[in-house]
């Protein structure tokens, strides 16, 4: 008989599962499947909820690493650093000192009414690690502006793609909306310093 314990949850499960894997690259296949199962041996009816999102999340905190499209290593070593790895308050303190209270990007402070927030300029699930050399004071309106304009570099680099392979196959409808796209980057100076002419 099954002695009674401590249900786990999915997170829970999930990090079980590649912490018997250490150092391995796991497809999300086999992972999923025993979740599901130790899901059920907990005596839970209803199948789990999403246990791939939560492997997603666990990379985007930086638990996890992304060795290609759907499959995933735990590095004990990469994971116990990422746990622990905010910066400190006497980090944070001694960035925005340095940073004179300023967003380095359009300058303002607190003076100017805006929020100020301690940044990571490589970001922790990239690697970045959480030393003052790698922090930066931005306000809040540009530090949204950085994450979204990431966002915006992997839709320009996209199009440049397309464009190349539209030209190589001589696909002119193609090649004029990449362009066309393209160019209103251009307009609005969206990560202008992506060349793509
Ligand atoms: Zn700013």
């Known amino acids: 008989m099954r002695q009674p ?3 786990k949850t999915i997170r829970e499960l999930v990090q079980e599962y590649f912490q018997q894997h250490p150092n391995t690259d ?8 025993w979740v599901t ?3 059920r041996l907990q005596g839970n009816e209803t199948p789990p909820r999403d246990p791939w999102r939560v492997i997603r999340h666990l ?5 996890l690493i992304k060795v290609r499209k759907g499959v995933y290593r735990y590095d004990p070593e990469a994971a116990g650093r990422v746990a622990l790895d905010d910066f400190t308050p006497e980090q944070k303190q001694a960035i925005l000192e340095r940073d004179q209270y300023r967003c380095v990007i ?3 402070g607190l003076a100017d ?3 100020l927030h301690v940044d990571h300029i ?3 699930y990239l690697g970045g690690r959480s030393e003052i050399e790698n922090g930066q004071t931005l306000c809040a309106q540009c530090n949204f502006r950085k994450k979204v304009y990431k966002q915006t570099e992997t839709g320009k680099r996209m199009f440049i793609r397309l464009l190349q392979l539209a030209e190589k196959e001589g696909d002119l409808q193609m090649v004029a909306f990449c362009r066309e796209v ?7 100076g969206v990560n202008d310093h992506i060349r793509w002419e």
């Open 26 to 33: 796991l497809p999300h296949g086999p992972v999923v499947d």
């Open 182 to 188: 393209l160019r209103v980057y251009e307009k609005h």
């Open 106 to 108: 359009c300058g303002k």
């Open 59 to 63: 990379h985007q905190e930086g638990w």
């Open 37 to 39: 199962e130790q899901w």
């Open 5 to 7: 314990k401590q249900r």
């Open 113 to 115: 009414g805006v929020e």
């Open 122 to 124: 490589r970001p922790r």
